[in-house]
C-alpha cells in the first residue's frame, strides 16, 4: 500500500488546461501560427517555455531572446487572468472526499506539477494546508518528463520513491512518474495514458480503497 500520494496539479486537481489552451492559441493566433486543440495534448505537463518553443516549431519560427521571453510573459499574463477567479467550487469532483479520507487515514500527500503558477491556484482553492509537501515548477530544475519533480516530492515526505503513488494526465507526466520508479494512476484516457499502471475517468464514487483494489 503506497504511503505517499503524488498529486499533478492541472488536470488532476482543477480544469486549468483549458486556461492554458486559450492562452496559447491567443498567443499562436497573434502570431499568425495556426494552432488547435490537436496540439494541445504534447503541451501538457511540460514547462512553459518547452510549451512555447513546440509552438514555435509548428511553424519553423525562431525569435531573440528577449521575444521569447516576451511572449512567455504576454501568455502567462492571460493565463493569470484566467486562474484568479478560481474558487475551491473548482476543485474536481470526488477530489475532495478522496482527500479527505487519505488523511483521516494517515497518508502523507503530496503536488508535484511543472507550473511556477501552483502555488497561486492551490491558494485560491484553499488547498495549500492540505498537502505535506508542494514540487512546483519553481523548485525543480528540469520538468516533466524528467522525474525530478516526483523524486523532490518524495524526498521531501522522507518517502522511498517505491512507496509513492503518482496521479496524472499528462503523458509526459506518467512518464516521469515511471522514471521515477513510482506506481502511476493515468487520470483521462487510456489511449493516452497506456504506459501508467491504472487509468481512471475521474474520482467520482472512488475510494483509495477501490483504487488500491483496482491497482492490485
Ligand atoms: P506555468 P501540471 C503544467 O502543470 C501544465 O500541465 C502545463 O500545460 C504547463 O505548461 C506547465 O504546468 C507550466 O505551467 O506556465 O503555469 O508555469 O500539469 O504539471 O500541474
Ligand atoms: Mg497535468
Known sequence: VP???????DGVIVETAQFHYKSWKRLAHSLDIPFDESHNEALKGVSRSKSL?????????????????????????????????LTPDDILDGIPEF????????????????SKNAQYILDY??????????????????????????????????EDPEDCVVFEDAESGVEAANRANM?????????????ADLVIDSFVDMSPEDLLEKLS
Not at 505517499?4 to 496539479?9: E, G, N, Q, R
Not at 498537502?131 to 523548485?139: L, Q, R, S, V
Open 3 to 9: 504511503k505517499t500520494w503524488i498529486f499533478d496539479l
Open 53 to 85: 518553443n513546440i509552438i514555435l516549431e509548428l511553424d519553423d519560427r525562431e525569435v531573440s531572446e528577449k521575444e521569447f521571453q516576451r511572449l512567455m510573459d504576454k501568455k502567462n499574463g492571460w493565463y493569470q487572468n484566467y486562474i484568479a477567479e
Open 99 to 114: 482527500l479527505d479520507t487519505l488523511k483521516e487515514r494517515g497518508a502523507k500527500l503530496a503536488i508535484g506539477s511543472s
Open 125 to 158: 482553492l484553499q488547498l495549500t494546508e492540505t498537502f505535506d509537501a508542494i514540487i512546483d515548477g519553481t523548485k525543480v530544475k528540469n520538468t516533466k518528463p524528467d522525474p525530478e519533480v516526483f523524486l523532490k516530492g518524495a524526498q521531501a515526505v522522507g
Open 183 to 195: 506506481l502511476c494512476v493515468g487520470v483521462g484516457s487510456e489511449e493516452i495514458l497506456g504506459d
